[in-house]
Antibody, heavy 124, light 112 residues
Framework: EVQLVESGGTLVQPGGSLKLACAAS????????VHWVRQAPGKGLEWVGRIRSKANNYAPVYAESLKGRFTISRDDSNNSAFLQMNSLKTDDTAVYYCYIRATVDGHFSGVVYWGQGTLVSVSS | DIVMTQSPRTLPVTPGEPASISCRSS???????????LDWYLQKPGQSPQLLIYLTSNRASGVPDRFSGSGSGTDFTLKISRVEAEDVGIYYCMQALQLPPAFGQGTKVEIK
């Protein structure tokens, strides 16, 4: 069974930093781009960014509004990806999800794996 | 950036009756391959989003055939032929053609 498990969410003060993890099991993460999405309480889904695979030079792309504060990385040896968040604001309070659009021979397979999410609360 | 607009925002439904959700993109989602990169997701209460429809009209694995997707270019529709109680939740369309991926605001389906 394929699972994505996010971790690292907690209560943090404004201006603080936090690093979230997305760990995959039952699936080899190394060939896939990993996306992060967040959902503020009672709100819709907001794309945060993504990191591509080694074959695509680990290229990251971020939502324009988050550029400079958030950094996505990955550790394929541990089948994991990470979201480093700095200079956190109260508006960053949300459930953070990672997801993967599985591909076959470079083409989307029709399968998307989502984690269960991890809650980040930014408050003093 | 592509902007996705859904309607209605809330949809009260009667079990056994059909339901329809619309989604519009600010730009065409047609890829050079001929595929239209529009997905539909359902987020049930307390759960992560789950893929229902991909590439406009393809049902994801395990999705009941009462769900169907259609559309072309910039206008898309998700239809439920006969709503069941388990279909409640928030439905999102999402464009996967170009970065950044963008979600619609969501349509909350609730039982009357």
């Amino acid at each position: 069974e394929v699972q994505l498990v996010e971790s690292g969410g907690t209560l943090v003060q404004p201006g603080g930093s936090l690093k979230l993890a997305c760990a995959a099991s039952g699936f080899d993460l190394s060939g896939s781009a990993v996306h992060w999405v967040r959902q503020a309480p009672g709100k819709g889904l907001e794309w945060v960014g993504r990191i591509r695979s080694k074959a695509n030079n680990y290229a990251p792309v971020y939502a324009e509004s988050l550029k400079g504060r958030f950094t996505i990385s990955r550790d394929d040896s541990n089948n994991s990806a990470f979201l480093q968040m700095n200079s956190l604001k109260t508006d960053d309070t949300a459930v953070y999800y990672c997801y993967i659009r599985a591909t076959v021979d470079g083409h989307f397979s029709g399968v998307v794996y989502w984690g269960q999410g991890t809650l980040v609360s930014v408050s003093s | 950036d592509i902007v996705m607009t859904q309607s209605p925002r809330t949809l009260p439904v009667t079990p056994g009756e059909p339901a329809s959700i619309s989604c519009r993109s600010s730009q065409s989602l047609l890829h050079s391959s001929g595929y239209i990169y529009l997905d539909w997701y359902l987020q049930k209460p307390g759960q992560s989003p789950q893929l229902l429809i991909y590439l406009t009209s393809n049902r994801a694995s395990g999705v009941p055939d009462r769900f169907s997707g259609s559309g072309s270019g910039t206008d898309f529709t998700l239809k439920i032929s006969r709503v069941e109680a388990e279909d409640v939740g928030i439905y999102y369309c999402m464009q996967a053609l170009q970065l950044p991926p963008a979600f619609g605001q969501g349509t909350k389906v609730e039982i009357k």
